[in-house]
């Protein structure tokens, strides 16, 4: 197995053979690398956070993040569906690179040996790993050896979930508090969106009924369906009711969805704040780094979409913030962002860890060290429409630029998309027909279809 050893490692493997004194400055090493936890919620679109300036909703947890760090406003993730982003982030391979594109049940066997994860990286590099809640990987949580999470705990699904993660959290990090440790605190909502929606009991948490419509959120500017939308988003839909029984709602049920979803955002802030609360408790909060991201999206109700897999604003931007509390200053960046590709580079920087050969997303801390550092200005993210495991054979890809958002599928007459971010943000003006952008258009296209060669992706959506 290739050991990814940062320099101080090394100097602690010295130290330990004889050169000093041992005790003393093994414990100075361990202190000059930080800890790195990364919260995770499930299914929480960017704006759903007050330090986003969304009036809607209160969010403490998040808020002391965004006033102690960076908050990039502009992260999506890989692809907007669970497993697919999940085994991005945790490999640092794009879906098509690792062939989990949709969602995949927990089973030996699948993951390639040759793809390493995120816990086996850091357990080579000397620090000690966790790994608490939601899991849904297509890897067994008894595969230590291949995921390399040491501890992990509450992975199973069942009511409350989230209200044991803290808890189970806390005792790693005191366990854990006097070695550098990388810790992963998943938590599942606000996905309960999904079961609200169709009316099934919630599983992490309970909510009141929605109060009547004039005390919910108002709908977004781009509730409706945009014109020129490629047909075959809608008609997946009607694979199964259950996962969209949004289909034909009124302004009154949409906000009321707003309304709900709101609530279980704050109510994971609230478990949030108990897993920040740890640090301080056990006097590691100055020397611990803090990635916060979800792994997708939700419609939110905007182009009357809950769920995700749809390539739109608010079912791939994902909220991400890098802090440490006490230490960083607030900023907002605009760097465009992958989760799925740049969490382990971004935390491999940190530790001074090497990252692993292939990797081909950002080290952030790059950025934190420098805002003025350029990294990126063109980045490309995928979807694969499904029915839960089932694909239902629809691919698509968006290219997203500073000010451009290009979205093409495979299937249909209408199959692109081309928006103006700076003067659209809510997605309602397709420009791909419109021909003054046939310039732009042809950009988009030339870009994605070179992105695809350079990638080894084998999409290629547009008619010859």
Known sequence: MKMYKSKGWLIAMLILAGFGDAGAQTSKVAASRPNIIIIMTDQQTADA??????????????????????????AYCAQPLCTPSRSAIFSG???HETGFTGNTPEKDGQWPDSVLMMGKIFKAGGYKTGYVGKWHLPVPVTK?????FETIENTGMGDYTDAVTPSQCANFIKKNKDNP?????????????????????LKMDVLDAAPDTAFCPKLPANWPIPAFEPAIVREQQKVNPRTYPSVGWNESQWRK????????VEKVDNYMAMVLGSLKKYGIEDNTIIIFTSDHGDGYAAHEWNQKQILYEEAARIPFIISKIGQWKARTDDQLVCNGIDIIPTICG?????KPVGLKGLD???RIANPSVKLRDTLVIETDFADNELLLGIKGRAVITKDFKYIVYDKGEIR?????LEKDAGEMDNLAVKPAYKKKLNEMRAYLKLWCKQHQDSFYALKK
């Open 181 to 201: 440790f990388l810790l992963v605190a998943s938590f599942l909502n606000p996905h309960d969106i999904c079961e609200w929606a169709r009316g099934d009991n």
């Open 93 to 95: 391979k794009m879906p």
């Open 350 to 354: 940190f530790a001074g860890i090497a």
């Open 364 to 366: 952030l801390s790059k």
């Open 416 to 420: 692109e998309q081309l928006f103006d």
């Open 49 to 74: 956070m007050s330090n986003a300036g969304n009036k809607d909703l209160h969010t403490p947890a998040m808020d002391v993040l965004a006033a102690n760090g960076t908050r990039f406003t502009r």
């Open 257 to 264: 969805y707003r309304w709900a979803y709101n609530r279980l």
């Open 144 to 148: 230590v050896a291949q995921h390399g």
